[in-house]
């Protein structure tokens, strides 16, 4: 069972940019579609970015098109989200999530398609 840990958030100011980490142990991410999802106080938690575990195809929400890129290392076993060009509205805690079945549609957006979570770590932007 893979067990999934965030770190890499903190308090930035509007426009700068931070690198979110999500480090596996238990399993090999690269037999994952791994995702991040964020949720700020009051709000549902919502998909951010996605990446198939072939490493071919990667998803954005509109609003982080160009602005945040997911990635894998596959050495490390690590998952990064970096963030550029942060805004306000980007305050929440993210979370990095595994997928463990590579076979039939991913329908990446959806919180059940995805088995394994990390306890997610916080990242506020101030104006």
């Known amino acids: 069972q893979v067990q999934l840990v965030e770190s890499g958030g903190g308090l930035v100011q509007a426009g700068g940019s931070l690198r979110l980490s999500c480090a596996a142990s238990g399993g090999t991410l690269s037999r994952y579609n791994m995702a991040w999802f964020r949720q700020a106080p009051g709000k549902e938690r919502e998909f951010v970015a996605a990446l198939t575990w072939s490493g071919g195809s990667t998803y954005y929400r509109d609003s982080a098109k160009g602005r945040f890129t997911i990635s894998r290392d596959n050495a490390q076993n690590t998952v990064y989200l970096q963030m550029n060009s942060l805004k306000p509205e980007d305050t929440a805690v993210y979370y990095c999530?595994?997928?463990?079945?590579?076979?039939?549609?991913?329908?990446?957006?959806?919180?059940?398609?995805?088995?394994?979570w990390g306890q997610g770590t916080q990242v506020t932007v101030s104006s």
């Open positions: 999530a595994a997928d463990s079945d590579r076979s039939g549609t991913y329908f990446y957006r959806s919180f059940g398609e995805y088995n394994y």
